[in-house]
Structures are given as structure tokens and as C-alpha cells.
């Protein structure tokens, strides 16, 4: 498996949950929360993308419970399409089916509370994409 610090990113209307792995891509950590409207969104991401220069990009895909594409695979692909113009490594969607489900699971278990639980909800999703991602790419090679 190539070395090198992937990127995940959970997309919504509201907000976008970023999570980065570690250069061995043995542990996915919650970055950051981006407001998905932010009209600096494009200089936030190549600043992340300059800071981390990710070799590899992967972007929850919306999906239902029996497979098919969900109805807001319109805006992530509009996002991937930002992505594309912002970074040259690969972009890959990947199943996010129960990322956010299990994420907020994982918050109130946790104890955290219902306000200070969105944008780590968001960060918790991507983080499980990532994870899911490594591991896809771990069986692999």
C-alpha cells in the first residue's frame, strides 16, 4: 500500500466533516467541519490540501439501504467536480451508508450533547469513511 495521508469527506447541505489519516494510513482522525455555503470553501480545502498533500481523496457516497444512489448524489458530485479543480490526487466515493447513523450513535453513547454533537457527528462520519476506505484499499493490494 503506498504510504501517504489520505483525506475523507462527509458531504451535506449544512456542513462538510473532514477526517485525515496518518501517513501509514493505520489511524483516520477527525479534522475539521467546513460550512458547506462558506463562500471561502475553495481556499479552505487547497489550504488543507496543501497542508496534508493527501494522495488520496474519498467522498461518502449517498447511498440507500439496497444500494442504489441517493437522491443528493447530485451535490456530491458537484463537490467531487470542486475537488477535481482544487487537487490532482484521485477521488473515489465510497459507501456511506450508517456513517452518520452509527456516528451519532457513537456521540450519545459517549455522552456528548445534541449541540456540541453536529460538526463531530460530521468529523465521526468521515472518519468512518476513511476507515472504510483503508480498508478497501488494504485488500487490495
Not at 37 to 63: C, H, M, R
Amino acid at each position: 500500500m503506498q504510504r501517504g495521508r489520505r483525506i475523507a469527506f462527509d458531504y451535506g447541505d449544512v456542513r462538510i466533516g473532514v477526517a485525515l489519516s496518518d501517513p501509514d494510513a493505520i489511524l483516520a482522525s477527525p479534522l475539521t467541519t467546513l460550512a458547506s455555503g462558506d463562500k471561502k470553501l475553495s481556499q479552505t480545502l487547497i489550504e488543507i490540501f496543501n497542508e496534508y498533500e493527501p494522495i488520496a481523496i474519498y467522498v461518502g457516497k449517498p447511498s440507500n439501504m439496497d444500494g442504489s444512489s441517493g437522491p443528493a448524489i447530485e451535490k456530491v458530485s458537484t463537490f467531487c467536480a470542486l475537488l477535481a479543480t482544487l487537487t490532482k490526487a484521485p477521488i473515489e466515493l465510497i459507501d456511506e451508508r450508517l456513517s452518520t447513523v452509527s456516528a451519532a450513535r457513537d456521540m450519545r453513547t459517549s455522552g456528548v450533547n445534541a449541540k456540541e454533537a453536529k460538526s463531530r457527528i460530521d468529523q465521526a462520519a468521515a472518519v468512518a469513511i476513511l476507515e472504510f476506505a483503508i480498508s478497501i484499499e488494504k485488500n487490495s493490494s
